[in-house]
């Protein structure tokens, strides 16, 4: 615990956390304190203006990070005959039906994403309880209960990235990792940020993006100057 102390120390000697950076230099803090032996990923958080627990300021969807998330993504995908062959095509790494549905049953959950075809929900319904409560349930809105089993395979794979709020209105995500070149990572920055924007709910009264932070798996997080998460900030 005194080594973890004395670099975070170290850490915080380095940048004031009180003050709000602009994105481009938050970036650039949070990847310089990414010294773990491992390639940290890279993430951003915002604090929006909603009480989730009203269904009209629930806020959650999808978004294509225009430089992926530098992470390895396990796709799932129920579906049956020709729509499986797609689904094997476009890289999935799980496919099946009963069978699949059988595995989740046990547990054996070896995929990071599900893709299911609409004829497949009578059967994925069924594992609710094991997929809900892991963020895994197909969802058309999301794009994930499709016929287009290529393309949402082929985005799944290609660094799509799923949020939702959390209950104190809280939405984060992986914009790649530290390795990652600086522009990259606030090109994806703020492309998630604009998917946040769209989804905007029409419950949501006053100030929308209230507060922002960056930081890396590791490191403590950078405060980010609102202002500049647009693209002209």
Not at 41 to 60: C, K
Not at 149 to 168: H, L, N, P, S
């Amino acid at each position: 615990m005194a080594k973890q102390g004395k670099r975070l120390k170290a850490i915080y000697a380095g940048f004031d956390r009180e003050q709000a950076y602009a994105l481009t230099e938050a970036v650039k803090i949070a990847k310089s304190n990414a010294k773990a032996k491992f390639d940290e990923t890279i993430e951003i958080s915002m604090n929006l203006g909603i009480d989730p627990r009203h269904a009209d300021q629930m806020v959650r969807g999808v978004v294509g990070l225009p430089h992926g998330t530098g992470k390895t993504v396990r796709v799932g995908v129920f579906a049956r005959g020709p729509k499986a062959e797609e689904a094997k095509a476009a890289g999935a790494d799980v496919v099946g039906a009963d069978d699949l549905a059988a595995l989740v049953q046990e547990g054996k959950i070896e995929f990071d994403r599900c893709i299911a075809t609409p004829d497949m929900m009578g059967l994925v319904g069924r594992l609710g309880k094991v997929l809900g409560p892991r963020g895994l349930m197909p969802n058309p809105k999301l794009g994930t209960v499709t016929m287009d089993v290529k393309g949402a395979v082929t985005a799944a794979k290609a660094g799509q990235v799923e949020f939702r709020a959390e209950k104190a209105g809280i939405v984060h995500a992986g914009i790649g990792k530290a390795s990652f070149g600086e522009d990259a990572l606030v090109e994806n920055a703020r492309a998630f940020v604009e998917a946040i924007q769209r989804a905007k709910p029409t419950g949501a009264k006053g100030t929308y993006l209230k507060k922002a932070a960056v930081s890396s798996s590791m490191g403590p997080g950078v405060k980010v100057d609102v202002a500049s998460l647009s693209a002209g900030g």
